[in-house]
């Protein structure tokens, strides 16, 4: 019968020589192969020790950011969550209370946050949607882990520390138009960054 991608090889079966039934030639063929392959460039490295370079817009772990004053810049009003093609963004919201300015931005915070990496693409959609600049993508790589509960990040490893030097760098992910846009201060609605 034809093939129909014109791949199939017809076997032949057959006799070998006394060479072939010797099998040297085939074993020397083979460590030639293995030999070559040792001074070539390595294609891996060795992880975690060594890393590769990262695009400035890899799309890696999440942050949630804080304003230059540190309060958490989240509103929780959920459009990251209605954004989100894999529906791993829950959140509960609840109103801030007095004197709680300098933790929380708007008079609204996610109480709640939680991200299921498990169910994340990472595709990026979320801080997209983000009206407050909060939740951005980072070049940080989501561990490993055994248990598929311990995917689930919540507040405590998604907002970024409250310590200024420790804060998540997220500035590489935006585009020069960005940038120059929260140069004017009449246009932004959300200058603090
Ligand atoms: S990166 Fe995409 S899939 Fe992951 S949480 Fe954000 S919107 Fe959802
Ligand atoms: S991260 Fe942004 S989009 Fe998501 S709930 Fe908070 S403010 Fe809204």
Redesign the pocket.
């Known amino acids: 019968m034809q093939s129909l991608t014109g791949r199939s090889r017809i076997v032949v079966n057959k006799k070998m020589n006394f060479m072939e039934k010797l099998y040297l030639p085939a074993v020397m063929g083979g460590l030639m192969i293995t030999i070559r392959h040792l001074f070539r460039r390595k294609v891996t490295v060795s992880y975690p020790e060594q890393t590769r370079p990262f695009s400035p817009v890899y799309r890696g772990m999440h942050v ?1 950011k804080r304003d230059e004053n540190g309060a958490e ?9 209605v ?1 989100c093609p894999a529906e791993a ?1 829950t ?1 509960e919201a609840a109103e801030r209370k007095k004197g709680e300015e300098r933790l929380y931005r ?1 008079e609204k915070y ?1 109480k709640v ?1 939680e991200i299921n990496m498990l169910r994340c693409i990472f595709c990026g959609l ?1 801080e997209e ?7 951005f993508l980072t070049n940080r790589i989501t561990p490993a882990d055994y248990k598929r509960e311990n995917f689930v990040y919540g507040k405590d490893r998604l907002v970024e520390p409250f310590d200024p030097s420790k804060r998540v760098d997220v500035s590489e992910r935006q585009t020069t138009q960005v940038k120059e846009f929260k140069k004017h201060k009449e246009y932004t609605h959300n200058r603090l960054f």
């Open positions: 949630l810049r989240c509103t929780a009003c959920g459009l990251c969550a954004a963004i959140m708007e996610a946050y979320c949607a983000c009206p407050k600049e909060s939740i």
